[in-house]
């Protein structure tokens, strides 16, 4: 059974820092995206930032130049470390990863629970 278990949310004052930890975790064969997506009270979730095997990236405009993703492959673990945090980045950060079990022939998009993340002073 795959899963994606998020750390490090939390309350944070504007301009501050965070860094969020997504691990997957069961009998994984390949993973060729990681990623983070984001959902505010009452708005569409929205990608924030992926990474993928490759290490190609892609950011949300809004985060670019604060926010920065990376990935330690061998511990199937992705980081999103952010910085200058603002009021507009509180939300429910989600960890999402496209990966291929053992055994399946299949990729497959799977998500973590979501850790909270609140700017405010």
């Known amino acids: 059974q795959v899963q994606l278990v998020e750390s490090g949310g939390g309350l944070v004052q504007p301009g501050g820092s965070l860094r969020l930890s997504c691990a997957a975790s069961?009998?994984?064969?390949?993973?060729?995206?990681m990623g983070w997506y984001r959902q505010a009270p009452g708005q569409q979730r929205e990608l924030v930032a992926r990474?993928?095997?490759?290490?190609?990236?892609n950011y949300e405009e809004s985060v670019k130049g604060r926010f920065t993703i990376s990935r330690d492959s061998a511990k199937n673990t992705v980081y999103l470390q952010m910085s200058s945090l603002q009021p507009e980045d509180t939300a429910v950060y989600y960890c999402?990863?496209?990966?291929?079990?053992?055994?399946?022939?299949?990729?497959?998009?799977?998500w973590g629970q979501g850790t909270q993340v609140t700017v405010s002073s």
């Open positions: 999402h990863a496209f990966l291929r079990p053992s055994g399946s022939l299949f990729t497959n998009p799977y």
């Open positions: 990474i993928f095997s490759d290490r190609t990236t």
């Open positions: 069961g009998s994984i064969s390949s993973i060729n995206a």
